[in-house]
């Protein structure tokens, strides 16, 4: 079984082909049971402003304890999730958890919450917000969602129409990897965002590399003309956060600051 591949080059199936789709499709069938058997969790990242230091506040990021793979990261089993479909439930449950978290912190930070695609495209969400933060009694200006552009492509009168339900409910509305995807700046003209959120791979070489440096400038400078706010993520050094506040980036968000943990952890440095 041997495929012809590009150039003249030979390729052989390895056998370790189909058991990687094997364990993919085993993954797939575990993670259908995940939420029943209370494998997710969320770990939260703090958000700080650069000018205070303060805290602003916390991103909910997913984590899936299965029992004997150990902590499986998002970037295995959210691809699964998106394929099968599985993240809609997942995302709800995302939503319902980070909320209630939120809802029950001794301060009153945001907490951002990463949403899919299928979730804006297949669920009533405005909707399911809506009643989750009245079950929860959390005000719908602590809540902000992260919405990446690959995820405004499809149908966009109907997201164009849902981001306005949800902004009309005082929910804030980040776009997420701002910079990353096919067309950012059409994006921001069609969508109306409360906030961007530079890609971690313009802020990784921002101290380094006049290109990263001059994007990361253009894009404070848009957002403030527009009227957004700007977080940069991924800020690993003093010298990347140095750089940002200089040119009046307000929000950063990294592992200089904190790496996601579970809130419980968080709470102790809180309180301390
Ligand atoms: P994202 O929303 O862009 O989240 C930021 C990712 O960057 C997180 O990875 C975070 O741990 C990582 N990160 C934060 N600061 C730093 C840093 O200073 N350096 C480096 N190298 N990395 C940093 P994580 O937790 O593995 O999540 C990966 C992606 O999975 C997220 O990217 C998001 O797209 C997706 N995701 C996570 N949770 C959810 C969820 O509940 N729902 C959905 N739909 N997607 C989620
Ligand atoms: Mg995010
Ligand atoms: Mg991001
Ligand atoms: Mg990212």
């Known amino acids: 079984r041997a495929k012809r591949a590009a150039g003249n080059a030979v390729r052989y199936y390895e056998p370790s082909m189909d058991e990687g789709r094997r364990a ?3 993954l797939a ?4 049971h995940a939420v029943e058997r209370e494998e997710l969790e969320l770990h939260y990242q703090p958000q700080l402003d650069l000018r205070t230091g303060a805290v602003t506040g916390y991103e909910a990021l997913l984590r899936w304890r299965h029992r004997e793979r150990g902590l499986v990261s998002p970037s295995e089993f959210i691809p699964i999730a998106e394929e099968t479909g599985l ?4 995302g709800e449950w995302v939503l319902r958890t980070a909320c209630a978290d939120a809802a029950g912190w001794n301060v009153t930070h945001r907490v951002a ?16 917000i809506h009643e989750i933060l009245l079950s929860c009694g959390l005000s719908a200006a602590r809540l902000e969602l992260e919405i990446t552009e690959a995820s405004l492509i499809e149908d966009q009168a109907r997201t164009l129409h849902v981001i306005r339900r949800l902004k009309a409910l005082g929910v804030t509305i980040a776009m997420d990897d701002f910079g990353t995807g096919y067309s950012s700046l059409s994006t921001l003209q069609v969508f109306p965002f409360d906030k961007v959120k530079m890609d971690r791979s313009f802020i990784e070489n921002v101290t380094t590399n006049a290109v990263s440096a001059a ?3 253009a894009t ?5 003309s527009l009227g957004m706010s700007v977080v940069a993520e991924g800020v690993e050094r003093q010298e990347q956060a140095d750089f940002l506040r200089a040119e009046g980036c307000r929000e950063a968000q990294g ?3 904190g790496r996601p943990r579970p ?4 709470h102790l440095l809180l309180c301390g």
């Open 263 to 266: 809130m419980s952890e968080h």
């Open 255 to 257: 592992f200089l600051y």
């Open 113 to 128: 919450v990463n949403i899919a695609a299928a979730q804006l495209a297949q669920t009533d969400i405005a909707g399911d």
């Open 29 to 32: 069938m575990e993670l259908r």
């Open 87 to 90: 993240i809609v439930p997942i």
């Open 220 to 224: 404070i400078l848009l957002a403030d």
């Open 215 to 217: 994007i990361v400038k």
């Open 24 to 26: 993919r499709s085993a």
